[in-house]
């Protein structure tokens, strides 16, 4: 685990202030403010439906708030009005989607050199290298020719982190990763995303792993009905947090013995 | 003059009751075999410039601008719902003599009979091709373009590289299909002079009394283009086939 830096000695690689979302009359986000730092693990837990993965895609712009300030990497999101430069920011945020959403018609190997090559414009030797070398990194070697049809879906989400890899990307969004895989792969994928932070790649994870998320992260944000309810070291939020909601929510998930007596928690 | 094992093969064919005697005129063999080239050639430029056109227009139909798509969808509607007989006699006898006269004489208009042919019946076959790589390309998950929007691919990159190569394969069968259908459709060139087989075969059997033997030359040389047009589909089919997407896996 990397060690937590003291706060605001630099300034944070994405910043939300006060961000605001609906999708039609259903209000989504309801004011979240959020802080990552370079080189940091930061995981969002909490019920479904409570804004987790929207706030992921506010974050590399494939959702534009209506209202809040959002900085990534130097650029102020919220006021970019091209899609032209929300694009130029996409390439530099690596997304790993639950349902991998690998591109069906392409190898393996095309699908990690896919965007280096025709989107970057790097060539493509050298770009093939790097995919192998990363295929190697997610222990996915020998398998550059085979099609996304024919691998588990533990290997096509580990193919699906190479290929967000592959952009060299400054910050890599996970988005309920595992949540799509049976019990016996869920462990291949998560060792895979365990090696990386330790690597030092800076993230935010949305998962539904509790003990994952104690065991990797620098923060970690509970987010309830549109907004950040709790967010601390591991630590605090796991063992020693005072809310009702977020222990209910916890213990809920069958993760350890409760830390008081909490028991309306919800089944899964 | 005539080869001797020609006249041979007419005499041969004329016993059996099968009137062959003008490829012994060298002026009508010529007409009927420029007929052949002049078919092959119409289908040769037609199937390109159906796809290319067929390519854009789809593009067009599914983009999010209204002045792209709105134009498209009408052309298409039109395109499909007219006789192509009729577009071409509109096309050459009517937009065909107003470019002449604005250039002042046909002998100044670059278009002949062939250009219209192969524009008209191309856009014509280009209408169907876009239909078929509409169905494609709304196929293709919203999520899978998500993934690629994430990366980074704009509008035009998601078109090339995800919606249309696997919109070219949900599409392909229809696709071949389409042309099929547009090989036949070159016959329409004789209506305006263009000469293809079958206007080759009207000028010949119109002086002599060989309806039956041309009609069956064309009918099975069409066979035949088609036979290569329809197994090149089949053998692109297996070639883009790829495991776990479509029917065959």
């Known amino acids: 685990m990397t060690t937590p830096v003291p706060p605001d000695s630099r300034p944070p690689l994405v910043r939300l202030r006060d961000v605001h979302l609906s999708f039609g009359a259903t209000e989504v986000l309801k004011g979240v403010d959020l802080d990552v730092r370079s080189g940091e693990a930061l995981s969002i837990i909490g019920p479904s439906g409570s804004g987790k993965s929207t706030i992921l895609r506010c974050i590399n712009g494939l959702i534009a708030p209506q209202r809040g300030e959002i900085h990534v990497a130097g650029t102020a999101l919220h006021q970019l009005t091209r899609e032209a430069d929300r694009l130029a920011l996409r390439k530099r945020i690596g997304f790993v989607f639950q349902q991998f959403n690998l591109f069906p018609h392409l190898s393996v190997l095309e699908n990690i050199a896919i965007a280096p090559v025709r989107i970057l414009g790097h060539p493509r030797d050298e770009v093939e290298r790097h995919a192998r070398d990363l295929l190697d990194r997610v222990r996915l070697s020998g398998k550059e020719r085979a099609y996304p049809g024919e691998l588990s879906g533990g290997q096509q989400q580990r193919v699906a982190i190479a290929r967000a890899l592959a952009m060299r990307p400054e910050l890599v969004l996970f988005d309920e990763v595992t949540s799509a895989l049976d019990p016996e792969t869920v462990g291949e994928v998560l060792a895979v995303i365990r090696d990386l932070i330790r690597d030092g790649l800076t993230s935010v994870l949305v998962t539904h792993e509790m003990r994952f998320a104690e065991e990797i992260s620098d923060v970690v944000v509970f987010t309830e009905g549109g907004r950040i309810v709790a967010q601390g070291p591991p630590d605090a939020i ?16 069958g993760n350890r013995e409760p830390a008081n007596t909490g028991t309306e928690g919800r089944a899964r | 003059m ?79 719902n007219t006789p192509t007989l009729v577009q071409l006699s509109c096309a050459f006898l009517g937009l065909n003599m107003l470019i002449s006269q604005s250039l002042g004489g046909a002998g100044q208009n670059p278009f002949g009979a062939f ?65 099929v259908t547009l090989v036949k459709l070159t016959t329409v060139g004789s209506a305006v002079a263009v000469g293809e087989i079958t206007y080759a075969s009207i000028m010949i059997w119109t002086q002599r009394d060989n309806v039956v033997e041309l009609m069956v030359v064309i009918l099975v040389f069409f066979s035949a283009i088609n036979l290569v047009v329809s197994q090149i589909g089949l053998w692109l089919e297996r070639r883009l086939a790829v495991p776990g997407l479509g029917v065959r896996s």
């Open chain 2, 2 to 80: 005539a080869d001797p094992l020609l006249l041979d093969l007419v005499k041969t064919a004329k016993s059996y009751g099968i009137n062959v005697g003008f490829l012994t005129s060298p002026h009508e063999r010529d007409i009927w075999l420029e007929g052949f080239r002049t078919t092959l050639t119409l289908v040769a430029t037609m199937i390109p410039v159906s796809l290319a056109a067929g390519m854009a227009l789809a593009a067009a139909l599914t983009a999010r601008q209204r002045w792209l798509a709105l134009p498209a969808r009408v052309f298409v509607e039109l395109t499909r």
């Open chain 2, 115 to 179: 250009f219209w042919v192969v524009l008209v019946v191309g856009l014509h076959g280009a209408a169907y091709h876009a239909e078929a790589l509409r169905a494609g390309i709304e196929a293709v998950p919203d999520t899978t373009l998500e993934a690629a929007r994430a990366l980074g691919f704009n509008r035009l990159e998601i078109l090339r590289w995800v919606e249309l190569p696997l919109a070219l394969r949900i599409a392909l069968p229809t696709i071949v299909n389409n042309l």
């Open chain 1, 238 to 253: 796991f063992h020693t947090n005072d809310n009702p909601r977020v222990t209910a929510f916890i213990t809920g998930l």
